[in-house]
Nanobody
Framework: VQLQASGGGLVQAGGSLRLSCAAS????????MSWYRQGPGNQRELVAS???????NYADSVKGRFTISRDNAKNMVYLQMNSLKPEDTAVYYC?????????WGQGTQVTVSS
């Protein structure tokens, strides 16, 4: 399974970005799709996840600002990020659980300037 993430960039505080991640390769089904992030000097943390049945889960720090969604037909997961803050600056990674195995994307940089 290969994951290709895109959509990162530089944005001012209060702005918005939309991340996308496409899964390709051989698999029977994709279960949970997630976004993680790792800021400078920090451990990688879960930002949001969505199950195949569209149940979502968010880190407290992004609730009300970020929205995760997925397109099962296209094997894609998205992260709409609004009201961005400088503390959201990090490399964002998509993660999928396909056929009960976890896979990581290459990461996309999000930088929020104050």
């Amino acid at each position: 399974v290969q994951l290709q993430a895109s959509g990162g960039g530089l944005v001012q505080a209060g702005g918005s970005l939309r991340l996308s991640c496409a899964a390709s390769g051989k698999f029977s089904s994709i279960n949970t799709m997630s976004w993680y992030r790792q800021g400078p000097g920090n451990q990688r943390e879960l930002v949001a996840s969505v199950t195949r049945g569209y149940t979502t889960n968010y880190a407290d720090s992004v609730k009300g600002r970020f929205t995760i969604s997925r397109d099962n037909a296209k094997n894609m997961v998205y992260l709409q990020m609004n009201s961005l803050k400088p503390e959201d600056t990090a490399v964002y990674y998509c993660n999928v659980r396909a056929d009960y195995v976890f896979y990581w994307g290459q990461g996309t940089q999000v930088t929020v300037s104050s």
